[in-house]
C-alpha cells in the first residue's frame, strides 16, 4: 500500500467484451458469466509466494506484470522497470509513504498504452519510485502496483478467490451495481459499503472485539494488519513472540466487518505503521477466505464466509 495523489492526466480505455448472446434465458451462476452479460471483459490474475495477486501487462507494447493494489491511489511503476521502459520521468520534491512510514520522492509519467487482458488503457497517469522490495522474496518479477485511481475511473472489479479483473468499459454503472449486489446477495454474499478517505484510501467499517475502527481495503497486502495502538486499546492478544520493536502477530476474539459479517478468533499481525494507515488494512488473506468481490466502481465489497453457500454457485 501506498500513499499518493492522484493523477491529473486523464486516461482512456477500449475493451473487448466476450460476445455473450443477449438473448432473454435463466439468470447466469457464475460471477463471469453475468459480468459478461453486463459488457465487462475479463482478464485473469495469477498469485505468487506471498499472497500477491498480478496481471500479465503490456506497457507500450513490452511485456511487464502489475500487482492488483487497491491499496495504493494511484498507478505506480518501479524505477528500474521505468528505466527498461523507456518512460519519460518527470521528478517531483513531494514523497510517497509507506506502510510503515518510510517516505522517498517519486517522479511522474504517462503510459501510453497499458494492456490487460482484452483491455487497452491509454494515456495512463503513474508515479515511479523505487519498488525494488516487492520482488526480494517473489518470483515473477512485477514491474509495479496498479492503483485503485483506474479501478474506480474504469468502473473494475476484483474477483480476489477466483483470481479475476473486470473492467467496465463504460466506466461506473449505479444500474450495473445494483443488479451486482441482488445477484450477491443472492448467493449468500454480504454487501459492505466502501469510500475513499482523506488520504484517496479505500476503507470499511469494522470493529475490533466490539471497538470500532475503519479498515483499508488492500488487496496489495499478504496479512490483515492493525496498528500497535490499535491492537492494545482493543483487547487483541499478542503472541509471546512479540517483539520490542511493536512487530509481532495477534489474535482477536471477533472481527466484525461492515457491522453485521463476523470473524471469529482472526488472526492478524500486528505492528507500529504511518498515520496514513489509520487502524489498519484488511489484507488478501481475508478477502480470498471469504471470496471477497471488490466492486470499486460501485465503491462496495461483497464478502460471503465460506461456510454459508456452496461454492458452486459462484
Known amino acids: 500500500m501506498r500513499k499518493s495523489p492522484l493523477g491529473l492526466v486523464v486516461a482512456a480505455i477500449v475493451c473487448f467484451p466476450t460476445l455473450i448472446s443477449q438473448a432473454a434465458g435463466p439468470a447466469p451462476a457464475a460471477l463471469k458469466t453475468f459480468l459478461e452479460r453486463e459488457g465487462f471483459g475479463g482478464s485473469p490474475l ?8 498480478f496481471a500479465t501487462t503490456l506497457i507500450n507494447g513490452r511485456k511487464t506484470a502489475l500487482m492488483i493494489d487497491s491499496g495504493c ?10 528505466q527498461k521502459l523507456g518512460l519519460r520521468v518527470e521528478e517531483t520534491k513531494k514523497y510517497i509513504g509507506g506502510v510503515t512510514g518510510e517516505a522517498e520522492r517519486y517522479g511522474i509519467s504517462k503510459l501510453a498504452t497499458l494492456a490487460m487482458g482484452n483491455c487497452t488503457f491509454a494515456n495512463v497517469p503513474v508515479e515511479v519510485a523505487n519498488e525494488s ?3 526480494l522474496i517473489a518470483r515473477p518479477h512485477l514491474d509495479g502496483l496498479f492503483g485503485a485511481h483506474e479501478m474506480a475511473k474504469f468502473g473494475m472489479i476484483v474477483d480476489c478467490a477466483r483470481q479475476m479483473i473486470y473492467v467496465n468499459p463504460k466506466g461506473p454503472s449505479a444500474a450495473t451495481t445494483q443488479k451486482l449486489a441482488q445477484f450477491l446477495a443472492g448467493r449468500g454474499f454480504t454487501r459492505i459499503p466502501m469510500r475513499f478517505n482523506s488520504d484517496q484510501h479505500l476503507d470499511i467499517d469494522a470493529a475490533i472485539n466490539g471497538h470500532p475502527v475503519r479498515l483499508i481495503v488492500d488487496t496489495g497486502a499478504a ?6 495502538p490499535v491492537a492494545s ?4 492478544s499478542l503472541s509471546p513472540l512479540y517483539s520490542a520493536g511493536g512487530q509481532g502477530i495477534g489474535h482477536v476474539q471477533q472481527l466484525t466487518l461492515g457491522g453485521n459479517l463476523i470473524v471469529n478468533n482472526a488472526e492478524v499481525a500486528v505492528g507500529r505503521v ?8 484488511l489484507g488478501e488473506e481475508y478477502l480470498s477466505w471469504n471470496f471477497a468481490v471488490v466492486d470499486i466502481g460501485g465503491m462496495n465489497l461483497f464478502l460471503r464466509p465460506p461456510e454459508s453457500a456452496p461454492r458452486k454457485n459462484r
Open 274 to 281: 504511518a498515520k496514513m494507515v489509520g487502524a489498519g488494512i
Open 73 to 82: 491511489p494511484i498507478t505506480l511503476i518501479d524505477r528500474a522497470s521505468a
Open 233 to 236: 486499546a482493543s483487547g487483541t
Open 46 to 53: 495469477q498469485r505468487r509466494f506471498g499472497n500477491h495477486l
Open 223 to 228: 496479512m490483515t494488519l492493525l496498528s500497535a
Open 133 to 135: 522490495q516487492i520482488n
